[in-house]
């Protein structure tokens, strides 16, 4: 929203600056005859931003104003390996007010809760949460932290699926317990 002075406030989010343009230039005209308008666009200005927890490089940082908290993260050089891509926190004067899971960015392109900073903020890295690791003929080898994924079907879903000439019949799952030290189970995928 601009307010202007003698013609009050006026929506314009979303507007390209072309179209922006044209809209001043239309309710100044509407509202204050004989005034003419020039509207030019700046350098856009810097925030201060703040990059703490699990990330490599934690401190302060200046990013552009439209930044949004991927953007903090570069700036901190990233999430360390002991961090949560889970759980990422927007923190705005002391309240909690994002939470980004950044395995929506980066298994499906998803940026919606990648919400933009305003000056001041905090992004928060926790500790990574439960971790598995899965390997083998599946697309996307990795070790996943966990989230609301609770089957090994899940899990296999998180993976990107299994590989053609794979076997869904013949799932070899790996479980460490210390009451009962490793066991080896094998699942049939098809009927779970």
Not at 33 to 45: A, D, Q
Not at 110 to 117: G, P, Q, T, V
Not at 163 to 188: K, Q
């Amino acid at each position: 929203t601009i307010t202007f002075p003698r013609i009050g406030p006026r929506p314009v989010a979303g507007m390209k600056f072309g179209e922006l343009r044209a809209q001043i230039e239309e309710w100044f005209s509407l509202e204050l005859l004989g005034t003419r308008v020039s509207i030019t666009l700046g350098t856009l200005k810097s925030i201060r931003v703040f990059a703490l927890g699990e990330v490599l490089q934690p401190g302060s940082y200046s990013v552009g104003g439209l930044s949004t908290m991927t953007n903090a993260l570069f700036a901190g050089g990233g999430v360390k390996n002991i961090g949560s891509l889970r759980k990422v926190e927007l923190r705005r004067a002391g309240k909690l007010v994002n939470t980004f899971d950044l395995y929506d960015l980066l298994l499906k392109g998803n940026s919606n809760r990648d919400a933009r900073l305003q000056s001041g903020d905090v992004i928060f890295v926790p500790s990574v949460g439960t971790s598995v690791g899965i390997t083998g003929s599946i697309l996307r080898p990795a070790v996943y932290e966990l989230k609301d994924e609770r089957t090994v079907r899940d899990l296999v879903g998180l993976a990107g699926g299994l590989i053609a000439n794979s076997d869904p019949r013949r799932v070899r799952v790996e479980r460490y317990d210390e009451e009962l030290g490793r066991r080896i189970l094998t699942l049939d995928l098809r009927n779970s």
